[in-house]
């Protein structure tokens, strides 16, 4: 009985009659899904998107790199890739990072972060049932198969975005966090202005093809890097391989995921003129790194690529905490004041990521700014923090005074001079 309501709801669907077909011939995982185009409504037998033209463009650049560090993958079928150190946001390698480019259904990523925003501030419930619109029914392109008759949880919603990529689940979400897709396409980009996506426009909120959708390698990690740390809940729906919604199981759209354990996210998207693109976040040793490839040939290319970025990026490059706020790195000259030294240290964590050869080499100095005549006041800035390797600044941060430190008095400073002169 469940089954043919589901098959009557599938059949009223444009663009149905493939996937009621294949419910009745056999079970889902008798042939896995072929990953998605967004603007496609036909599953696996549809004909293959034309291959986009990869830009030539400058060659790929690890701008930590040292000697001995190897170059970065040059990935000649991808258009743009960033691979990116999750705590830090340290870019470890890229190419043509900054590339216009369209996003296709990586635009869900932001789609997810507002939603996870609107549950975090309290408009919204994990369990509220949400209102099925028609035009969330009737949006083309990937679904999760939901309709106006359904009572739909936010999350349930959530599983068909991140794991079906759902573009009816994106439009539902949408409406229940701003009311219609306008509205909520303005708070898609003016997120991105905050997260400083500078070269993202969105124009919809499931990337269905726009000329005027556009984002770039650099500004998808960067969000990614944005939804990790903020919301890491994302990642346990989307390290999910299969999703079941109203007696349908569907498979991840992430490929990476059946090729490597530690993958526990992100994102795809497919157009014709996107290619295949993933953005991808592994976690391995207690380091997690994303990677996005945008542009490539094939999902197996793609795939490959993605493994690359992140085995070059445990290979040759680390984490180094360097120094503890509040831990004394230097003592500061000071004949002038009470104490005439005042000890300083790091205003917060210096966390580093650098290259594994470095990561034993790296120096720490302290430069100091003049003592000002009033004295030293705890936690005002008082000169550099700098940490280097091989002659390489990696990273400057203030030095604080850990004390009060006032003049001395004039009997002490005259003590001070007649002791030096002895």
Known sequence: MQLATSLRRLVARPGSIA?????????ASAAPKAPHAATSTKPAKATPAAVPAVPAGPPPIAPLAIAGVPQPPTLPAQASYVLMDAKTGTVIAAKSPDLAWPPASLTKLMTAYLTYQAIANGSLKMDQTVAISEAAWHTGGSRMFIAPDMKVTVDELLHGLII????????ALAQAVAGNREAFVAMMNAEAAKLHLNNTHYTDVDGLPDPALRTTAMDVATL??????????YLKISVQQHYTFDNIRQRSWNPVLFHDSTVDGLKTGRTAEA??????????????????VLGGPSWTVSTNDIEALLDYGYRFYTNATLIEPGK???????????TETV???????????????????????????????GG?????????ITVSAGGKTLASVPAIAQIDDPPAGFITRMMRHLHKLL
């Open 19 to 27: 996937i009621v077909m294949c419910l009745v011939a056999g079970p």
């Open 164 to 171: 079906d990529s759902g573009n009816d689940a994106a439009v």
């Open 328 to 338: 004394v790195v230097g003592m500061m000259g000071t004949p002038d004041y009470r």
């Open 343 to 373: 000890p300083v240290a790091a205003g917060r964590e210096i966390v580093l990521t650098v290259p594994v050869l470095a990561a034993k080499n790296l120096k720490t100095s302290v430069t100091y700014d003049v003592p000002p005549k």
């Open 224 to 233: 990614s890097r944005a939804i990790v740390n903020t919301f890491p809940q």
């Open 376 to 384: 030293i006041a705890k936690g005002a800035k008082v000169g550099t």
């Open 275 to 292: 290619g295949h693109c993933i953005d991808a976040t592994a976690l391995r040793g207690g380091r997690r790194l994303i990677a996005v």
